[in-house]
């Protein structure tokens, strides 16, 4: 991989607020201060630009007891882009598809460093 693959190209990053369910926080928070030199936005970010719907929309079952608790987060334009047209097509609310996002994008990094 070239270095310069490594980068986003210049683009304005927006301030949003989402609900996001506090086990999946405290994941992210743990990856980016133990694991990886990214923030907890940036590791948000790069799972709502990898995240797909397709045809089969997958709605996780909200464990017993767990909060949702409602977050700043900072991602690029074209990301909360992104969300608007899937909240549009699949009638989800943006907080909802940041947490499926965010699950999908930790579920594959599991796999991966597991492999």
Do not use: P, Q
């Amino acid at each position: 991989m070239d270095w310069y693959n490594r980068f986003y190209k210049k683009e304005k990053w927006i301030k949003k607020s989402a609900e996001i369910e506090g086990k999946l926080y405290d994941t992210l928070k743990e990856i980016s201060s133990k694991e990886l030199d990214a923030s907890i936005n940036k590791i948000i970010d790069a799972c709502i630009d990898e995240f797909e719907m397709g045809e089969k929309v997958i709605i996780y079952k909200k464990e017993m007891g767990e909060i949702n608790v409602a977050r700043s987060i900072i991602i690029r334009e074209s990301m909360y882009k992104k969300l608007e047209d899937m909240r549009e097509k699949y009638g989800i609310s943006i907080s909802k598809l940041v947490n499926i996002a965010i699950r999908e994008g930790l579920e594959k990094y599991h796999r991966y460093i597991t492999k």
